[in-house]
C-alpha cells in the first residue's frame, strides 16, 4: 500500500512539474513580442536592390515555376527561422526575408509555400518550386540529388541560465564534467560525445547528457539546476533566450565540428540556378542587405564572409 502510495504521488508530482514548465513557456511567450516582429505586415522587413549582374547570369533556358517569380518553399518550423505570422496564416522570419531579399535582387516576385519538412525533397525534383529557403544544411548525402548556395553557417549553440557562473565554451575542456541538455540522436549529441570522449582521453571528467521530452521540461530542468547547459541549434536558442529573459548564451558549436557547416539555399541538381543564387547573396554581403537582414532576427552571429556554390558539406555517417 505504501508503495502505490509512493508511486501515485511520485506520478503527481512529475505531472505538476510538467504543467508548471508548460505554463512557464505559455506566458513567457509573450514577452518575445518585445523583440521579434511576427506581425504578418512586417513592416520593418529589409529589402534589397536589383543586382544586375545577378540577374543577367540567369541560365537562358533556366525555367522559373512561375513566370516573373521565385517560386520558394519553406517549412514553418518555428521562430525566428519560420513561423507563422499572427494571423496564422502568412510566413514570416529570416529565412522568408532572405528568400524575399534573394527574389528582389534578381528583379523577381516572392512566392513563398508553406510545406513539410519531409516534403520538400520530393516538391523539389519535381518542378514545385525553384528553390527551398528553409535552413538546410549542406550534406555530401544531398550533394548527390541537390545543388547549393550557401547563406548561413549551421551553429548550434551553448545556452545557460543568465545567473550562471559558466561564461565561455569553445572546446572541449571547457565542457568537462558540465550537465547538458541534448536531443536523443541528434547531430549535436554526436559531436558532444566525441567531446567527452577527449576529454575522458585527456584526464578530465566526462561530459553528462541528459535528455528531455520536450522543451519546457528542458527549460525547466536548466532553471532549476538541474542540468548546466542546453544545447540546440544556435537559432531556436536565440527565441527562447529573448522570449524567456533569464538565459544567456556563452558559445557556437559548429554543426560540422570539427569542420564548418553551412546552410543553403536548396536547387535542383544541374538546374543551373544555383550560381546565380550564390552571386545575389553575395551582392547582399557586399552592400549589407545581408548583415541587416540577420540583425533584424538576432542572427548575426550565423553570418557567412561569403556564399559558395556546393561548397564541403557533412559527411556521411
Not at 115 to 122: E, F, G, K, M, T
Amino acid at each position: 500500500m505504501e508503495s502505490s502510495l509512493v508511486t501515485i504521488f511520485s506520478r503527481l508530482r512529475i505531472a505538476s512539474i510538467a504543467a508548471i514548465a508548460s505554463l512557464i513557456t505559455c506566458y513567457s511567450g509573450m514577452a518575445a513580442a518585445d523583440e521579434f516582429d511576427l506581425s504578418p505586415e512586417q513592416p520593418n522587413r529589409v529589402h534589397a536592390q536589383r543586382d544586375e549582374a545577378a540577374i543577367a547570369s540567369i541560365p537562358k533556358d533556366f525555367k522559373f515555376v512561375t513566370s516573373g517569380k521565385f517560386t520558394v518553399a519553406v517549412s514553418p518550423g518555428g521562430p525566428p527561422l519560420a513561423t507563422y505570422a499572427t494571423d496564422a496564416k502568412t510566413v514570416v522570419g529570416a529565412d522568408p526575408e532572405y528568400a524575399n531579399a534573394i527574389a528582389e535582387s534578381l528583379g523577381l516576385q516572392l512566392e513563398l509555400v508553406p510545406v513539410a519538412w519531409i516534403d520538400w525533397p520530393l516538391g523539389l525534383t519535381s518542378g514545385k518550386y525553384d528553390a527551398v529557403i528553409s535552413n538546410v544544411g549542406v550534406t555530401e548525402q544531398r550533394k548527390e540529388k541537390f545543388d547549393f548556395s550557401t547563406y548561413r553557417k549551421g551553429l548550434h549553440g551553448f545556452f545557460v541560465k543568465a545567473d550562471s557562473a559558466i561564461n565561455s565554451i569553445k572546446e572541449p575542456k571547457d565542457a568537462a564534467g558540465l550537465r547538458f541538455i541534448v536531443g536523443a540522436g541528434t547531430n549535436q549529441e554526436r559531436i558532444l560525445l566525441k567531446w567527452s570522449d577527449e576529454d575522458v582521453a585527456a584526464g578530465l571528467k566526462p561530459l553528462e547528457l541528459q535528455y528531455y521530452d520536450d522543451e519546457a521540461a528542458s527549460l525547466l530542468a536548466l532553471r532549476s539546476g538541474r542540468a548546466d547547459v542546453i544545447v540546440q541549434p544556435h537559432a531556436q536558442l536565440v527565441y527562447i533566450a529573448a522570449r524567456d529573459k533569464n538565459l544567456k548564451r556563452v558559445g557556437t558549436l559548429s554543426a560540422g565540428w570539427p569542420d564548418r557547416s553551412d546552410v543553403a539555399i536548396t536547387t535542383r541538381k544541374g538546374s543551373g540556378i544555383a550560381d546565380t543564387l550564390t552571386l545575389a547573396t553575395n551582392g547582399l554581403i557586399k552592400d549589407g542587405t545581408y548583415a541587416k537582414i540577420l540583425e533584424h532576427w538576432q542572427l548575426s552571429e550565423e553570418a557567412l564572409p561569403a556564399s559558395e556554390t556546393n561548397p564541403p558539406g557533412l559527411p556521411k555517417f
